[in-house]
T-cell receptor, first 118, second 106 residues
Framework: DAGVIQSPRHEVTEMGQEVTLRCKPI?????LFWYRQTMMRGLELLIY????????DSGMPEDRFSAKMPNASFSTLKIQPSEPRDSAVYFC????????????????FGNGTRLTVT | GQQLNQSPQSMFIQEGEDVSMNCTSS?????WLWYKQDPGEGPVLLIA?????ELTSNGRLTAQFGITRKDSFLNISASIPSDVGIYFC??????FGAGTRLTVKP
């Protein structure tokens, strides 16, 4: 099991550019989560999917952020246009089925994408 | 919305000391999860708690699910340098506390 795979590991871009972060969840996991981590705000839940369908996107900061999950093995988080305040580490996590409630399933995190917007 | 309050924010301890941290919520949860994050990596699950009053151990780690279902604590006994990191609690809605940053001095 390769775990949750995120790419790229690091991204440096200029303000106004489009940024796309990618995630491959663990095979067989029904839930996929996107988090953002900053010193000021900690780990924030941005959006999560169940069976490729977005369930709760209330954490998405604004319309510049969008996330898709076209199939069970791939998800993207896009920022367009990017701004310096978007600089953070973005984590993807997936969660297995087979528990009494998927809400309660522990998350498996990728190693994150460190985004720097200058 | 619900809010998780995790304390302390940071701890500086000597190797060999015991550590205690806790998490409280304004909402009732059916699950409490404790994670550890090492530098440059994503959080990794340490202990999962599924029942009020449950006390669970994993090596030197012990965690308890509060009887009110609104709190949980994590203890680390006989700390070692590799315990350094950020410890997070999470409730059943997958939102995380602010974390406790642990530093262990050899």
């Amino acid at each position: 099991d390769a775990g949750v795979i995120q790419s790229p590991r690091h991204e440096v871009t200029e303000m106004g550019q489009e940024v796309t972060l990618r995630c491959k969840p663990i095979s067989g996991h029904d839930y996929l989560f996107w988090y953002r981590q900053t010193m000021m705000r900690g780990l924030e839940l941005l959006i999560y999917f169940n069976n490729n369908v977005p369930i709760d996107d209330s954490g998405m900061p604004e319309d510049r952020f969008s996330a898709k999950m076209p199939n069970a093995s791939f998800s993207t988080l896009k920022i367009q246009p990017s701004e310096p305040r978007d600089s953070a580490v973005y984590f993807c996590a997936s969660s297995p089925r087979g528990y009494h409630s998927s809400y309660n399933s522990p998350l498996h995190f990728g190693n994150g994408t460190r985004l720097t917007v200058t | 919305g619900q809010q998780l309050n995790q304390s302390p924010q940071s701890m500086f301890i000597q190797e060999g000391e015991d550590v205690s941290m806790n998490c409280t919520s304004s909402s009732i949860f059916n699950t409490w999860l404790w994670y550890k994050q090492d530098p440059g990596e994503g959080p990794v699950l340490l202990i999962a708690l599924y029942k009020a009053g449950e006390l669970t151990s994993n090596g030197r780690l012990t965690a308890q699910f509060g009887i009110t279902r609104k709190d949980s604590f994590l203890n680390i006994s006989a700390s070692i340098p590799s315990d350094v990191g950020i410890y997070f609690c999470a409730g059943g809605d997958m939102r995380f506390g602010a974390g406790t940053r642990l530093t262990v001095k050899p």
